[in-house]
C-alpha cells in the first residue's frame, strides 16, 4: 500500500501584512506547524496593500506552487484569494478566517478585484477535498452576514467566535489544532 502524502499548509495573508512572520498569528502558526514536522509556507506576497487577484492567484501557483497536496489558509483578503484560487485549482481544502464575499463598498477592496464577478461555489466544493472557516461575530470589518454567506455557499464547517474581532491575535490555538486534525487525511 503506498503511504499516503502528508499535505503542505500555505498560509495567504490579509492585505497590509508587509512583513507577514510578525503579523497577527501567522508566524506563530508557521513555528508551531513546521515544530510538528508539518510543511508550512509563509511567505511575503507581492502587491501586499491591494492584494489584487492578478497578482496574488499567479503567485500561490507559480513560486507557492499551491496543487492538491495544499492546504490553503486564508485570512481577510487571503481567504478570497483562496477561495477564487479553489475556483479554477484542485487543492487538498481551504481554511478560511475573516471571510466576506463583496468589497463593502470600499474602494481599496473593489480594486483587488476578488468581488467583480459572482462566486463560483460549486467549483471550489469539487476542487478542494474539504472547506472549513472560522470566523467571529464581532469582527470590526466583515459584517457577520458576509461570512455567512460563505458559510452557506461552500457547506464550510463553521467555527463560530463572538469575541475574536478579525483575528489579530498573535496565537491561534484553535486554527493550530484543526490543522493537526486534517494535515494527514
Known amino acids: 500500500m503506498a503511504e499516503k ?7 495567504a495573508p490579509g492585505n497590509g501584512a508587509s512583513e507577514v512572520k510578525r503579523c497577527n498569528w501567522y508566524g506563530w502558526l508557521e513555528k508551531k506547524l513546521t515544530s510538528a ?3 508550512c509556507i509563509l511567505r ?6 491591494k492584494a489584487r487577484e492578478s497578482v496574488w492567484l499567479p503567485f500561490m501557483e507559480k513560486e507557492l506552487l499551491c496543487d492538491s497536496d495544499t492546504i ?3 485570512h481577510s483578503s487571503g481567504a478570497e ?4 484560487y479553489a475556483e479554477t485549482h484542485k487543492v487538498k481544502g481551504i481554511v478560511l478566517v475573516s471571510a466576506c464575499v463583496t468589497d463593502l463598498g470600499e474602494e481599496s477592496e473593489r480594486i483587488s478585484g ?3 464577478r459572482p462566486w463560483q461555489w460549486g467549483a471550489m ?3 478542494a477535498q474539504f472547506t472549513a472557516q472560522f470566523g467571529s461575530t464581532d469582527d470590526p470589518f466583515i459584517p457577520w452576514e458576509e461570512q455567512q454567506q460563505v458559510a452557506e455557499g461552500l457547506k464550510t464547517e463553521l467555527f463560530k467566535f463572538d469575541d475574536r474581532g478579525h483575528f489579530m491575535n498573535s496565537t491561534f490555538p484553535e486554527l493550530l489544532s484543526y490543522l493537526m486534525s486534517v494535515v494527514s487525511k
Open 5 to 11: 502524502t502528508q499535505a503542505k499548509i500555505v498560509i
Open 37 to 39: 514536522g508539518v510543511t
Open 44 to 49: 511575503n506576497f507581492p502587491d501586499p496593500i
Open 72 to 74: 490553503i489558509v486564508g
Open 81 to 84: 484569494a483562496a477561495m477564487r
Open 114 to 116: 476578488y468581488y467583480n
Open 125 to 127: 466544493k469539487d476542487n
